[in-house]
């Protein structure tokens, strides 16, 4: 059975619920997003728009200072010790 092309509609419907990263699609949708961003360089502009933002996203992401993660755990187990 022949699944029919996708549209870049639709590629770009399937990166707004999947993201940018193809291992994270279903397989059958995955085909057939590479077969359009064969052929489509609007499709290939929408998945570099994506991968962009996403980049951006990342970028300017607040970073926790280190060890952060261990003070959190001290204050609380030093508040509870029965918590150990």
């Not at 996708?6 to 997003?33: H, K, M």
């Not at 980049?55 to 030093?78: C, N, T, Y």
């Amino acid at each position: 059975m022949t699944v029919p092309p996708i549209s870049v509609d639709d590629l770009q419907n399937l990166i707004d619920r999947y993201g940018d990263n193809f291992d994270e699609w279903p397989a059958d949708c995955r085909t057939q997003a590479e077969d359009l961003l064969s052929t489509s360089e609007t499709a290939r502009e929408r998945l570099a728009e994506a991968r962009l933002l996403r980049h951006q996203i990342e970028e300017s992401a607040p970073k926790a200072p280190a060890g952060l993660a261990d003070r959190i755990v001290a204050a609380a187990l030093a508040r509870d010790p029965g918590k150990r």
